[in-house]
């Protein structure tokens, strides 16, 4: 089986919250159920200044909303047979000195940013030639993979059999922003409704991603339970309960959590087989 899992930070490349960690943990381990993986994470300045990576010398190049953007592709390679690490290099997006924000806030470009991001992600992992089983994103900075891999992609090769994972890292943080950045997703205007982005009037990527993806997941059981509820749901709740035969909630740092994700994946590659079939 391999994986394609997308994060905006994993350790120690890059890291702002515990989950850095995490999922540098969890990715290591996944060869261990027999899972190859892909790591796709921004290259920001902490990538770029304090670690040697391998040029790829391949770029990608396409329209973010009014101007054409080109990235490139770098890689580090660590001693863990089938887990390779790419960095999607574009300076003026993520050489700055902080991931999100800076002492003035966050920049206000991170809808832009990360709309690029996952669009490059898929572009450039087209030009590896292989063919990915699943799909792993997490939190509202990947989400929109979700619905690229439902929509813009969803006859290329590359994803024709790649089912869809989102973990929710923290049910607060969606990506909410004024609804005419909908203009960087390259979508149509179509999907701005409430049954995928809007939100009272607003764009919400977390809530797009909860909505395409095949399965979901949470970081602990618990959890999984609390955010389909109104008290904890942040207004998500009737959505996320919709799909609650599709949740799970799994902590990364489990010793079982290879396993545990290796059966999410094949329920999400099972439904996603069902759903073309039908």
């Not at 101007?67 to 700055?96: C, G, M, S, W």
């Not at 669009?119 to 063919?131: H, M, Y």
């Amino acid at each position: 089986m391999r994986v394609l899992f997308i994060t905006s930070e994993i350790a120690p490349y890059s890291k702002t919250t515990g989950f850095a960690d995490l999922a540098a943990a969890f990715v290591r381990a996944l060869p261990n159920a027999q899972i190859s993986v892909d790591v796709f994470s921004p290259m920001y300045k902490s990538v770029k200044d304090n670690f040697k990576t391998e040029d790829l010398k391949t770029k990608i190049s396409f329209p973010v909303f009014r101007r054409h953007q080109t990235a490139y592709l770098r890689r580090i390679k660590p001693p863990e047979k089938n887990t390779t690490f790419y960095f999607v290099e574009h300076d003026h997006y993520f050489y700055r000195p902080g991931y999100y924000g800076d002492e003035r806030g966050e920049y206000h470009d991170n809808p832009e940013r990360f709309c690029f991001f996952c669009r490059a992600v898929l572009e450039f992992a087209k030009l590896l030639k292989k063919r990915y089983d699943i799909a792993h994103a997490n939190g509202w900075h990947t989400a929109m993979v979700c619905a690229l891999l439902k929509t813009i992609f969803r006859n290329e090769r590359t994803f024709n059999k790649a089912a869809t994972v989102l973990t929710i890292h923290n049910i607060s943080e969606q990506g909410i922003f004024d609804r005419w950045n909908f203009n960087f997703t390259g979508l149509s205007w179509n999907y701005f409704n409430w049954h995928y982005f809007e939100f009272y009037g607003k764009m919400n990527l977390l809530k797009a991603g909860i909505a395409f993806a095949d399965k979901l997941s949470a970081l602990s059981p618990a959890i999984a339970s609390q955010i389909q509820t109104k008290e904890f749901g942040y207004s998500l709740d009737e959505l996320l309960h919709s799909r609650s035969e599709d949740i799970v909630g799994i902590s990364f740092d489990s010793e079982d959590s290879p396993k545990l994700f290796k059966n999410l994946y094949k329920a999400a590659s099972k439904k996603k087989q069902e759903t073309l079939k039908s």
